[in-house]
């Protein structure tokens, strides 16, 4: 009896060892999948009717899907620091997206603690850090936006090359090439930075009048005056005023000069001249009229930006299916996010930057078969700043003490306790003015509740009851009956400032503090 439990005992072992070498052997592959400006109000796994996305919805059916994303500083430069580090803006140098300010690549980042762990890695697409990747072994970038047609590259070698085609193709081709020519042997961890669905929202020839027979609904405050909100009202961000004709729309351009027309092909120039031509016959009837002016910038707005959504979609179920018809899907993780939300016209706007909850949330999805059950939802409190951990902990690898966010693998699979594990979240925007006028602001946000503070060129508070009131028309600070909410707020507020090292919010806060004492 003695031998036989011996026996066993050893067998146990040797088999707990075995599966702990395969799993070892097993790390799974990471693909992350970074659009820009692509918006939760148009991706139907959200529950858009604006169009169908079966590619993204794809990654949520065949995983988990999350409600409630949200980003630190809502602007495209720092998203992707963020996502680098696990860091907020004013902790890894990145604040906003001027050409003075560069990344350092020196620092901790996400491709680095996963090389040394024997990842391979790579970032192939938009960078938009100023600086050049560091600690990848492969990459190859777009210079600072790129273009949509012809766009040029920059390599290894620093060398910047304009290639043929159009961008979001050519970003999934150079992708596919890098993942049948890696080490095989190893581990990935491969981000495809997407420009779409970017200003100026540029078609794809085969995708010009997609849309063209949709009339879309105005959002309910697209006509917003902004009552009792000044930041909203001093903004320059308007479909009305701050979208052009020209450039944004795409009528009379002049496709001759060295811009982004000036790189299309004699036949993309004629079939965009074909179809926006046509588009002009409209423009003419309505431009005299204010308001029907207006409606009409919105429709085609959303026209272009679906169409220039429709290809990014179509190449990601490239990548999808590449990855089946290889057999690598079985062990990849595969996320699906952009870097931050968007408007479609809510309050009369386009852009993003305020904490409002068009543009500080932001689509997140996730598939890893055999680990994340398909249809997954997960609604827990989610911030970019926590992407970079999971991550290593999916990969099996020590999260730095230094990293700001948190894993949510657990939450992914379920075998989390109930607890709430994120009851609130901090945001802090910086860039003013140019060039859309948004003044700088902090905030935090509970399931119900949002505090926002703008400084410097405003000084002024704004509240808002997310459960009365999604689309944050009424302002509800200083109003009767919120003094006890708001206090609440405002230590939670402080509270985060100084867990997340924002000394310049601990200062304006303490500063107001003592105003209020005197």
């Known amino acids: 009896m003695h031998q036989r439990l011996t026996i066993l005992f050893i067998l146990f072992f040797t088999?707990?060892?075995h599966y702990n070498s395969y799993a070892q052997n097993k790390r799974p592959n990471i693909l992350v999948i970074l659009s820009d400006d692509h918006t939760q109000q148009t991706i139907s796994a959200y529950g858009s009717k604006l169009m169908s996305t079966p590619s993204i919805d794809r990654i949520a059916k065949e995983g988990a899907i999350l409600g409630n994303t949200f980003v630190t500083n809502s602007i495209c430069a720092p998203s992707?620091?963020?996502l680098l580090t696990g860091k907020y803006s004013h902790l890894n140098g990145l604040k906003d997206n001027s050409a003075e300010r560069r990344f350092d690549g020196n620092q901790q980042q996400l491709q680095k603690l996963l090389g040394n762990r024997g990842y391979e890695t790579a970032w192939i697409g938009k960078w938009h850090l100023q600086s050049l990747p560091q600690g990848f072994d492969y990459w190859t970038i777009l210079p600072d936006q790129g273009n949509y047609f012809q766009p040029d590259f920059i390599n290894m070698k620093n060398d910047t090359i304009r290639h043929e085609g159009y961008v979001t193709n050519l970003i999934s081709d150079f992708s596919l090439?890098?993942?049948g020519e890696r080490d095989s042997s190893k581990p990935f961890f491969l981000v495809i930075g997407e420009k779409a669905t970017h200003r100026n929202w540029m078609p794809d020839i085969k995708d010009l009048g997609a849309f063209d027979n949709v009339n879309f609904p105005l959002p309910e405050n697209f006509f917003d005056k902004y009552d009792n909100r000044r930041a909203a009202l001093e903004q320059d961000m308007t479909i009305d005023n701050t979208m052009t004709v020209g450039a944004d729309l795409k009528i009379r351009a002049n496709y001759d000069k060295p811009n982004m027309f000036g790189r299309m092909h004699q036949n993309e120039k004629k079939a965009y001249r074909e179809y926006y031509d046509r588009v002009a016959?409209?423009?003419d009837k309505v431009k005299n009229n204010p308001k029907e002016l207006v409606k009409w910038k919105y429709q085609r707005y959303m026209k272009d930006y679906l169409s220039t959504a429709r290809s990014l979609d179509r190449n990601i179920g490239r990548i999808l299916r590449y990855l089946d018809s290889t057999g690598l899907a079985e062990n990849t993780i595969v996320v699906y996010t952009s870097d931050q939300g968007f408007y479609?016209?809510?309050?009369?706007?386009?852009?993003k930057r305020f904490m409002y909850e068009e543009s500080l949330r932001t689509p997140f999805m996730i598939k890893y078969p055999g680990w994340i059950k398909p249809g997954t939802r997960l609604n827990d409190m989610v911030?970019?700043?926590d992407f970079a951990p999971t991550l290593l902990d999916m990969a099996s690898v020590p999260v730095p003490a230094d990293i700001q966010g948190k894993s949510f693998a657990k939450q992914l699979t379920g075998s989390?306790?109930?607890e709430v594990w994120r009851k609130s979240m901090y945001y802090h925007y910086y860039e003013y003015p140019e060039p859309h006028k948004v003044a700088p602001h902090f905030g935090v946000r509970t399931m119900r509740y949002k505090l926002i503070r703008f400084y410097g060129p405003i000084n002024e508070w704004e509240l808002y009851d997310l459960k009365s009131d999604k689309s944050e028309m009424n302002n509800l600070y200083g109003k009767h009956g919120y003094d006890k909410q708001t206090e609440e707020l405002k230590k939670e507020l402080?509270?985060?400032a100084k867990e997340f090292k924002d000394e310049e919010v601990v200062k304006i806060l303490a500063d107001l503090e003592g105003k209020k004492n005197k």
């Open 383 to 385: 911030v970019n700043i």
């Open 177 to 179: 090439a890098w993942l």
């Open 494 to 496: 402080k509270k985060l």
């Open 281 to 283: 016959g409209e423009y």
């Open 15 to 17: 088999s707990v060892y």
């Open 416 to 418: 989390h306790s109930t």
């Open 80 to 82: 992707r620091a963020v």
């Open 344 to 351: 479609m016209g809510e309050h009369g706007w386009f852009d």
